[in-house]
C-alpha cells in the first residue's frame, strides 16, 4: 500500500507545479487494475504514455508501455482524442491503439498484436495537468485461435511535457 500512497502523493505534488502555457503534448502515467471484470488473471497494471499535441480536431497521436504485476508487458501506438465537455475543464477521451503483448507469468490473451480501445475522462486543472479516470479492453481481434480479452480500470494523472523537459 505504501507504493499506492507514494505515487499519490507524487501526482498531487506535482499539480501545484507552473506549466507553460504552450505546452500541449502530456506525459501520462497510470495505475489500476488488469482484468478486473472477469478477474481470474487480474493484477495491479502501471504504466506510462507520452500524448503528442493534438494534430487535427483533436486527436493526439500516443505511443505507450504498461506492465503488470504478473509481468505482462503492452507496448503500443495509437491515438485519442481530447473532447471538451465543460469550459475546458473536463474532458472525455475515447483512445485506440495497437501493440505488442507479451505475457509473462500473467493473462494469455491468445496472441502477440492486441489492439485496445478505450474511454476515460480527466479533470483539467488552471495550470493545464489532468487527473482522471480510465476503462480500457484489449482484444485481438480474433487473430487467435483464443481470444478472451481484459478490461483494465485506471487512474492516471498527466503532465504537460514541457514542465518536465524545461520548454
Avoid: C
Avoid at 465543460?86 to 493473462?107: C, E, H, M, R, V
Avoid at 502477440?112 to 478505450?118: A, D, H, K, V
Avoid at 482522471?132 to 484489449?138: D, E, L, P, Q
Wanted: charged content about 15%.
Amino acid at each position: 500500500m505504501r507504493l499506492y500512497q507514494s505515487l499519490a502523493a507524487a501526482l498531487l505534488a506535482t499539480a501545484a507545479l507552473p506549466a507553460d502555457a504552450l505546452a500541449t503534448d502530456y506525459v501520462t502515467g497510470y495505475v489500476g487494475w488488469f482484468d478486473f471484470i472477469d478477474d481470474e488473471d487480474d493484477a495491479t497494471e502501471f504504466g506510462v504514455e507520452y500524448r503528442f499535441s493534438p494534430v487535427e480536431y483533436g486527436l493526439r497521436p500516443m505511443i505507450g508501455i504498461n506492465t503488470n504485476t504478473d509481468g505482462s508487458v503492452y507496448g503500443y501506438g495509437g491515438l485519442s482524442w481530447d473532447v471538451a465537455l465543460i469550459d475546458n475543464q473536463l474532458y472525455l477521451i475515447p483512445n485506440f491503439a495497437a501493440g505488442g503483448y507479451s505475457q509473462g507469468s500473467g493473462k494469455d490473451l491468445g496472441h502477440g498484436l492486441e489492439f485496445r480501445s478505450g474511454i476515460e475522462v480527466n479533470y483539467q486543472f488552471p495550470n493545464t495537468h489532468r487527473v482522471g479516470v480510465a476503462v480500457n479492453h484489449i482484444s485481438n481481434a480474433s487473430l487467435g485461435d483464443k481470444n478472451p480479452g481484459a478490461e483494465t480500470l485506471l487512474i492516471n494523472y498527466s503532465v504537460p511535457a514541457g514542465t518536465l523537459f524545461g520548454r
